[in-house]
């Protein structure tokens, strides 16, 4: 039964993202199988509990054990999960989530190195630079507005002089008050 075969597929192996299962002819049936495609890595549920790190995609999906050698090839994240086990669970809200991945290629574009993000609460999350620096924002925030902010920081004397990834005195920056930093 084909709907079987899908079933079967999909929960013993939680790095398949989609099956599709055809009949080609009387004696052959095709499957085809999209895997997933990680993005970053959860790796505990905070930067002072951490444990092995897993792969998760684009929508949170936690599906398998990152490999040890990964490096800084992904972002990793911390925070709570919405299932007591890390296989198949999913990492904070569709909305946060989405906030996170718009806020790491926002600051990567003007010059940022984001290496880690640990999720404070539904709202509120902190993105840690590879300097050290951490910067605390607010998922109902626009994206938009904390770069502008961030990018008008940048200006001003003080930190104009600085080279961008160079802020190892600087201990944090907090955009959760609006307009404001």
Known sequence: PKQQIINTLEHSF???????????????IEVKIK??????????????????????????FLFAK??????????KLYGPLYDTSWRGSSFYSPAGLNHVFLLIKALSEIGFQPVEVEVV?????DVFLNSGTRISVQVSDPVETII???ASLLTQKDFAQSQLGNFSNLLYIDARFGNKL
Request: glycine share 6%.
């Open 66 to 75: 990152a490999p040890e050698f990964f490096g800084a090839a992904y972002i």
């Open 14 to 28: 939680l790095w398949i993202d989609t099956v599709s299962v055809n009949r080609v002819n009387l004696t052959t």
């Open 148 to 150: 502008a902010n961030l």
């Open 121 to 125: 609460n539904e709202n509120q999350y």
């Open 35 to 60: 895997e997933r495609v990680p993005v970053m890595v959860w790796c505990g549920v905070s930067r002072s509990k951490t444990e092995a790190c897993k792969l998760m995609d684009s929508l949170g």
